[in-house]
């Protein structure tokens, strides 16, 4: 019970005794504490009905982070625009952009993929540059700005092709085929990158100036203002650093299934902010931990394998599931919004 | 002298910027189709690129219509898309299980209950949002995530045809020479007009989105407002599920109403009602609504490639909303006409005010709040 005594908050002066649950419904690390205990239920739920067909191997586990390397690292992104009290639907679409883009400029123009990832890393960061340029500076409301964004690069994907490109490229094969070996089981390049960047929001959110702002501005944008927080410039860095993690997650997409396609990712978005509130980052902004993303799509990762290994259930229920268990993580949001109100 | 107040009433007026976007895009179609507002009789049908357009438009404006009340209450609602999807599955694989497909009773039960898992979805986001306080965009999430699975689930994966005439009347048949959905659409429209401006309903709807708070402590039931207009929504969108499948006589769990709530949401704005809510246009709604269609259509008979329809949207979309923002119209055009504003303000405005005081005060919170 380590995690109710460290929180320095005060309602020990008002009420002399808050029962232990009441404390605990006020911890704001409950959320990620109920995912992480939910993906362990799953896991050990998997373990024990589905031992004989080898989901215990460390290998599954690897898969996890293989298989959704891409997804965490745009809901990464997303984890900052939603910290900061925004939305961002462009994120499916970037994806789609970018594994069109990567994969035109690869085999139709003929350019070497180390020159083609900078070139789309920036595309997509300066898309995520625009929209919060246009939202900060003419307070248009991020939903419709983002909204344009969506239509823009799936737009922008069509006009590129209208068939998918596969990707043949040797030195791109060879990069998605890379294995980085870990004793029990193997990573691939896209799931260590993901870590790596998971690594790197968890630090600029929690060690730095910067990150302290998205929370600030997303807590209370008023009182982030009066405190002289640079607003605008937080609120469009977000914004970048969103369309940078689409980019780089259109990127690792492409290395995972070497081809460019107009559909690809459609809907991605909301997997990307599903696996944001399960992991319970207040969608209001200002609230929430980076870490909680990398459960909230462990979590929903996990439902797809079970559902593979279950074999007899259809892809349909993944999208019942995440939408079950984003009731509930709201609903769980809801009680502590209340909690900590009343 | 006479002429500038009669023209800034005009501009000032909400429908204004709406309607001027419609009857321009509508004019760029004359060069590239001349016969374009031509309307032929054949087999006692009306035929034409305008009875075209709102034919095809018409699940848009429906589901625009209901969109518009649930914004004016500040909310939003995104599980639109995956209501149609659910209403047109449930509808389709009732009727297709019926041995005589074209029975009435079996066609008309059908509908109910297509519409009742409408109301459900309805009921249950209206008790999200307003019992458990839940933020709307977030509420209406479940059901948009969820509800595609379960159209799936309800057509088992396939893609469920029917054939059966009278259900095939709502999406695709005729009546008095016009398509049968224009009447839908027309009914819905003037009921819905007559309710919130003919009744003290659309007042309490725009006070609720102004500031439920206060209008709950004022006496207005405000959560009970609320339910009731998410309800209307998910039916409106029920009815335009039952129109999308019945065009086509059949039930696409995955692709039925694919991105129509963005859409939607684009036409209210478009048609000038703000996201922050508290104000109304059931007109602009279905400018709005028109607009889109109108665009689409004019991407097609100019010749301009399909695949450019999404960038074409994007670029009006842009356009569309920095035109309405405040913000922008005031960095662009006070900078360039920056003596024009203040020269009139001295001369023109004290004898235009009391010349114009009826368009006057519905024009100026507009311009405040849009």
Sequence with gaps: MSTTTKTPTAPESRTPAPSRAATLLGDRRLPVLVTAG????????????????????????????????????????????????????SVGSVIGFTTMFTAWLVERQGLPILVVIPMALAVGAFGGFLMGYVIHNFEIQPFIVTLAGLF??????LVISKESISIGDPSVSSMAGAQVNLGAGFLSIGAIVALVVLAGAFYVLHYTRFGRRVYAVGGNEQSALLMGLPQGGTKI????????????????????????????????????????????????????????????????GLIKSIIQFEGTLSSWWTKIATGVLLCAFILIQRAMTTRKKA | MTTTPRWRALTHHHLFWPVAVLVVLLLVNVPFTPDFFSIRMTNGHLHGSLVSIVLFGS???????????VIATGGIDLSVGAVVAITGALTCSYISDQSDQSALSGVFLAMGIGLLAAVICGLWNGFLVARMGIQPIIATLIIMVAGRGVAQLITDGQII??????????????????????????????????????????????????NAEASRLVGIRSRRIKIMVYVFCAVCAGIAGLMISSNTSAADGNNAGLWIELDAILAVVIGGTSLLGGRFS??????????????????????????????FKAAVVIVVCLLQSPKFRAKVFRGKF???????????????????????????PKMEVS
């Excluded at chain 1, 914004?239 to 690809?264: E, K, R, V, W």
């Excluded at chain 2, 699940?59 to 009340?69: R, S």
Aim: aromatic share 10%; with cysteine.
């Design chain 1, 38 to 89: 939910l993906f362990l239920a799953m896991y050990v739920a998997g373990l024990s009905r589905y031992q004989n067909y080898g989901f215990g191997e460390p290998q599954v586990f690897m898969n996890l982070f293989i298989d959704n390397g891409y997804l965490l690292v745009a809901a990464v992104g997303v984890t900052f625009v939603i910290l900061s009290g925004g939305i961002d639907l």
């Design chain 2, 338 to 364: 920056g003596t024009k504003p203040g020269a009139k303000g001295g001369t023109g405005q004290p004898a235009a005010a009391p010349a114009d005081t009826a368009p006057a005060p519905e024009a100026a």
């Design chain 2, 59 to 69: 699940p848009l404006i429906l589901v625009a219509v209901g969109m518009t009340l």
């Design chain 2, 282 to 311: 059931i007109g602009g709604t279905v400018v709005g609504a028109l607009v889109i269609q109108t665009l689409t259509t004019t991407i097609y008979t100019i010749g301009v490639p399909t695949q450019t329809n999404l960038v």
């Design chain 1, 237 to 300: 860095a977000v914004y970048t650093i969103s369309g940078f993690c689409s980019a780089l997650a259109g990127l690792l997409f492409t290395l995972y299934i070497q081809s460019g396609d107009p559909l690809h990712a459609t809907g991605m978005e909301l997997d990307a902010i599903a696996a944001v509130v399960i992991g319970g980052t207040l969608l209001t902004g200002g609230s929430g931990y980076v870490i909680g993303t990398l459960f909230g799509v462990l979590v929903l």
């Design chain 1, 152 to 157: 823009l690069f799936r737009g922008l994907c």
């Design chain 2, 161 to 210: 045809t029917v054939n059966s005439e009278p259900f095939k009347m709502i999406g695709g048949g005729y009546w008095l020479t016009l398509p049968f959905s224009i009447f839908v659409v027309a009914v819905v429209v003037a009921v819905t007009v007559m309710l919130t401006r003919r009744t003290a309903l659309g007042l309490l709807v725009e006070s609720v989105g102004g």
